[in-house]
T-cell receptor
């Protein structure tokens, strides 16, 4: 199974860029990488998805190296409201890891 | 669109009782997923349906759990009999068929079994 590994927690300050890396060594050819955000007492919410190289939307960027064994979610200039748990998901396997708890301080 | 609708939002029941959780997916979405989230085990996929047909139920903990999707707009997750270790937040999510498409999650049902 394509299990993902992420740091358990990260701290940052408002205005900084945050990069969260996810390892997925057993990713298959047809797998996509998807990132979700979850606030307390809410369901996860889609952030971004990619297959290779770089994907950018209005919220974040996703960097995927050529071997696709890892991916990095980049959040530019975080704010307090970005405090949440971030999950990396290898799409076809539907396995959420433990997630990364991001705490943003003023 | 109202998004994925789950009911009830909170359920407190005694051990041994039957519990039924309900989900209405987003209209037009043909894939439906049931997840369970606990502090110890994180977010776990229990079962998912494509076009109302169960595709993978390998995540269902045991025979006490069952899920149905009688039509495209309704699904249930039943626990009978319930046990304290079933206490968790249960999420339903839906997505368009095929993909990989993003999943849209409901607000969850917080189940407490005493």
């Amino acid at each position: 199974l394509a299990k993902t590994t992420q740091p358990i927690s990260m701290d940052s300050y408002e205005g900084q860029e945050v990069n969260i890396t996810c390892s997925h060594n057993n990713i298959a050819t047809n797998d996509y990488i998807t990132w979700y955000q979850q606030f307390p007492s809410q369901g996860p919410r889609f952030i971004i998805q990619g297959y290779k190289t770089k994907v950018t939307n209005e919220v974040a960027s996703l960097f995927i190296p050529a071997d696709r064994k890892s991916s990095t979610l980049s959040l530019p200039r975080v704010s307090l409201s970005d405090t949440a748990v971030y999950y990396c998901l290898v799409t076809d396997k539907l396995i959420f890891g433990t997630g990364t708890r991001l705490q943003v301080f003023p | 669109d109202a998004g994925v609708i789950q009911s009830p939002r909170h359920e407190v029941t005694e051990m041994g009782q039957e519990v039924t959780l309900r989900c209405k997916p987003i209209s037009g979405h043909n894939s439906l997923f049931w997840y369970r989230q606990t502090m110890m085990r994180g977010l776990e996929l229990l079962i998912y349906f494509n076009n109302n047909v169960p595709i993978d139920d390998s995540g269902m903990p045991e025979d006490r759990f069952s899920a149905k999707m009688p039509n495209a707009s309704f699904s249930t997750l039943k626990i009978q009999p319930s046990e304290p270790r079933d206490s968790a937040v249960y999420f339903c999510a839906s997505s368009p068929l095929g993909g990989p498409y993003e999943q849209y999650f409901g607000p969850g049902t917080r189940l407490t079994v005493t």
